[in-house]
């Protein structure tokens, strides 16, 4: 069998399962489509040892029929995951040289598994950006490309992550979204992106950016593969307090394809001034589609939404700027040169200065400010209120019977890299602007490929689930994948 | 509000971020823009909402008061740009 990098997690479990393949044939497809994909940038660290030995010892489990759903997938894992002994500075200069000594939860429960490390992938650092051009490795480039020869974005923060997925480089591969970070690029690549419950995947290991948005998920080719990954990402951890006591049930078994008598919310506050027709339009074809399947489509209102995106640019900035503290050039990571009689404010100053880039560094001052004396109220304390509002109103709409809301994942499909103002980061916060309440209230939400736009980009619709119910949000998302056949895949031009 | 020079310094300095005074119009002007756009949140009545904290209504968790982790001083030291003797090494703190 050739082009087994091609199949999906399902797919290729099946068949390894049947002894049709090997783990390591399987591994070393997907090596070799890494090594010829540095055009697209999206894996920054290889571990091809790792993974050749992580194979084999697939291939004696599945052996001894001891197979969990991901012994012998080949996966890639984002940069913020700590993975004891590679490289995982979170696409930061100031974590240069940085070797965990230890796993975080997510990569041990994949490895426990038996999924095989392919390696790192690139990101926006800290997972601060939406194109992931904020990166110390460069930018990764999306496999989608048109006959304008354009180099696009595949979105942010989790970039690489979707680029390697959608370029078939990996079967799947985990992400993290704090506020659109898996589902924007998902949207952006023709790709599956999940993002769970706050509190179903722990963040222990993962390097923090906002600690009460930030949330690990998968990204996949296709719905059923979130399922499996989910469940295998997912757990109940003692080392992050914020943890869910709940045990993880098996999501692939939600997968019954029948939505029928279930109630599917249209924001009305999302159709914003300036979306496109074509956007418009695919929301009302998903919509449809959902009907169609046996769901009942119902208008809803979200009377806070259009204050999320103001409220997590004050939340998110403050956490970050208490979490980035950590890097002070002492403990781990890189420290910049001193000159004779420098002392330790130097030392913090200029480490910082030169380490962090300078979306970071804007973020970390903002931050700074709505804390500081004399603007904590104004600032923080309002942002927080809003943010309880936020949460308020979906809570609502999920009191009133609805099962799940749908609306687009992005305003626009990708767009080209260096397109973005620097000289205004508000326009790029844009971006987040149909992800990022969900992330404020906590919400599980897929971003799913419904379609292409004119000029042939992908586009994706978001379904917005009940907390803790992934599996119900699944389960919707797999009858609009059906409906939509969407098959469209990158032609290879790297 | 606005963010004068004087203040972008400050601010700069509290975050522990070196920026030179060449670069600090640009930068209060960046940040101007940003406080502006956070400025509509001003828009919503927010009298007697709790500050939200966490999305779960749950106590943090409890543990037993005893070491579960320890003894790793060398696993410890091992990322530091400059550890002696056991310890992390900085420049002189105290002349």
Request: glycine letters at 10%.
């Amino acid at each position: 069998m050739s082009d087994l990098n091609k199949l999906t997690i399902a797919g290729a479990r099946d068949a390894l399962a049947k002894g049709e393949i090997t783990a390591v044939e399987l591994t070393e497809t997907c090596l070799g489509a890494i090594d010829a994909s540095g055009a697209l940038n999206a894996f920054v660290h290889n571990t091809p040892e790792m993974a050749r030995d992580m194979a084999k010892a697939a291939d004696a489990r599945i052996k001894a029929g001891d197979a969990a759903p991901m012994t012998g997938i080949p996966v890639g894992v984002k940069d913020l995951f700590c993975v004891k002994g590679v490289p995982s500075q979170s696409a930061s200069r100031i974590l240069e040289g940085f070797l965990p000594q230890y796993e975080s939860t997510v990569t041990q429960n994949l490895w426990d598994q038996g999924a095989v490390m392919l390696g790192k992938l690139n990101q926006d650092e800290f997972g601060m950006g939406s194109s992931t051009e904020n990166s110390v490795y460069g930018a990764t480039v999306n496999p989608w490309k048109l006959g304008d020869g354009v180099e696009r974005t595949a979105g942010g923060s989790s970039g690489g992550s979707a680029a390697a997925v959608a370029a078939d480089l990996c079967l799947g591969a985990t992400a993290t979204d704090t506020g659109g970070s898996i589902r924007q690029p998902a949207a952006f690549t023709g790709t599956v992106g999940l993002r769970p419950t706050y509190g179903r995947v722990s963040r222990w290991g993962v390097i923090a950016y906002a600690s009460s948005l930030d949330q690990a998920g998968p990204i996949t080719k296709t719905v059923r593969d979130a399922a499996i990954m989910l469940g295998a990402m997912a757990s109940v951890d003692a080392k992050d307090s914020t943890s869910a006591e709940r045990p993880v049930p098996d999501y692939e078994a939600a997968l019954t394809g029948d939505i029928r008598g279930k109630k599917i919310g249209i924001p009305k506050e999302y159709r914003i001034d300036g979306l496109s027709d074509e956007i418009d339009g695919l929301w009302s074809k998903a919509a449809d589609m959902l009907r169609d399947a046996g769901a009942e489509i119902v208008d809803i209102s979200l009377p806070h939404a259009k204050y999320a995106l103001p409220a997590y640019y004050v939340i998110a900035p403050a956490e970050a700027s208490s979490n980035l503290a950590r890097y002070d050039g002492v403990r781990y990571g890189r420290r910049a040169k001193l000159g004779a009689g420098d002392g330790v404010v130097e030392m913090y100053e200029r480490t910082r200065a030169e380490g962090f880039g300078p979306e970071v560094q804007r973020r970390v001052m903002v931050g700074t400010y709505v804390l500081s004396a004399g603007f904590y109220d104004a600032y923080y304390n309002r942002a927080r209120r809003v943010r309880a509002l936020i949460k308020r109103d979906f809570d609502q709409a999920y009191a009133s019977g609805v099962d799940a809301i749908l609306a687009p994942t992005t305003p626009s499909s990708a767009f080209g890299l260096g397109t973005a103002d620097k000289s205004n980061p508000v326009e790029m916060y844009l971006n987040d602007v149909f992800t990022v309440t969900l992330n404020l209230a906590g919400l599980p939400g897929i971003s799913v490929p419904v379609g292409l736009d004119k000029q042939g980009l992908p586009l994706g619709m978001q379904l917005i689930g009940r907390p803790w119910d992934e599996g119900g949000l699944l389960n919707l998302a797999q009858s609009l994948e059906t409906a939509a056949e969407f098959t469209a895949k990158p032609t290879r031009w790297w | 509000m606005s963010i004068t020079e004087d203040e972008a310094r400050k601010v700069a300095h509290l975050a522990r971020i070196a920026v030179a005074d060449a670069d600090l119009p640009a930068l209060a002007q960046e940040l101007n823009g940003i406080l502006h756009f956070m400025e509509q949140l001003n828009e919503v009545d927010v009298d007697g909402i709790e500050p939200m904290t966490g999305v779960e209504p749950m106590r943090l968790k409890r543990r037993e008061d005893v070491v579960t982790d320890g003894e790793q001083q060398d696993l410890v030291l091992k990322n530091a740009p400059d550890a002696r003797e056991g310890f992390f090494a900085v420049p002189k703190v105290v002349e």
